[in-house]
């Protein structure tokens, strides 16, 4: 087999039910596949290390900027740096903007995999490229840039907590909060802290997607397990699709949404 001896790669899909051909590519090349479908995060830069992990394979298929987040958080760490990169598939636009930012990693398909691995263990970058304006979480780099909320602008706040204005932290000159807007607004951050209200409401609360940036902000960590894998399935029956992700603080996450255009009304 063109793995031989089995090296561990770890492996990010963001559909567990779309991996099983991947997975199955990989231990047909001699690979073993550490991927984990119920994982709502990455797993720690100590777990990775310790793993023995040899490369990394990132699905680019679904949800492109998730890969594009995960590639950029391991090139930025020494510990994880030096490990290979392999991409597997996605839209031709967004993988050639992920390509122009890291262009020592590979871009294949799930039937070139094998090959594309063993190319990569044999020839791994010597100065691997480090993609600072990939970053999430570069330094400087304000929650209210993530959330792009720009000067001047007017924020919709649903639901929020008492100290949303900590969380979100230092702000462009002349923003405005408005909690329960009616209105229009650039963008509305809406407040989840359970499952069950996220379901309910999410049907009135989606016609926001349509006139500004929809972020639905939930609590790390809830005692009824609402995660970003939830949030996700239930905006995407509604016909909202979602294309960025980040971590405002310890206590809360944050998920941007669209209207699939089809749907836009």
């Not at 991947?22 to 073993?32: E, F, K, S």
């Not at 394979?57 to 030096?82: E, F, Q």
């Not at 691997?128 to 929650?143: D, L």
């Not at 069950?196 to 397990?225: M, Y």
Request: proline share 6%; glycine share 10%; net charge positive.
């Amino acid at each position: 087999m063109a793995g031989g001896s089995f090296s561990q790669v770890l492996l990010f899909h963001w559909r567990s039910e779309e991996a099983g051909p991947l997975i199955a590519a990989l231990r047909t090349a001699g690979y073993a596949a550490l991927y984990n479908p119920e994982a709502t995060k990455p797993p720690k830069l100590r777990e990775i290390e310790e793993a023995g992990v040899a490369a990394v394979v990132i699905d680019l298929s679904r949800l492109p900027s998730h890969g594009r987040y995960v590639a950029a958080w391991l090139r930025g760490s020494k510990r994880t740096r030096h490990l290979p990169l392999v991409f597997i598939g996605g839209d031709a636009d967004k993988v050639d903007a992920i390509r122009k930012h890291i262009p020592d990693a590979a871009y294949t398909s799930v039937k070139g995999v094998g090959t594309a691995l063993k190319t990569a263990l044999r020839n791994p970058p010597r100065e691997p490229v480090v993609p600072k304006g990939m970053m999430e979480t570069a330094p400087g780099r304000t929650n209210a840039q993530k959330l792009g909320i720009r000067e001047g602008a007017v924020v919709r706040v649903i639901d929020p907590p008492a100290d949303y204005v900590r969380v979100i932290g230092l702000l462009p000159a002349s923003v405005t909060f408005e909690e329960g807007l009616s209105g229009a607004a650039a963008v509305s951050l809406w407040f989840v802290r359970q499952a069950s209200e996220c379901e309910a409401a999410l049907p009135v609360q989606r016609k926001h997607a349509a006139t500004s940036r929809l972020w639905i902000l939930w609590r790390k960590g809830g005692r009824d397990g609402l995660n970003g894998n939830i949030i996700r399935e239930a905006a995407l029956a509604l016909g909202l699709v979602d294309y960025k992700i980040c971590s405002l603080d310890p206590a809360w996450s944050g998920m941007e949404f669209a209207v699939k255009k089809e749907r836009r009304l």
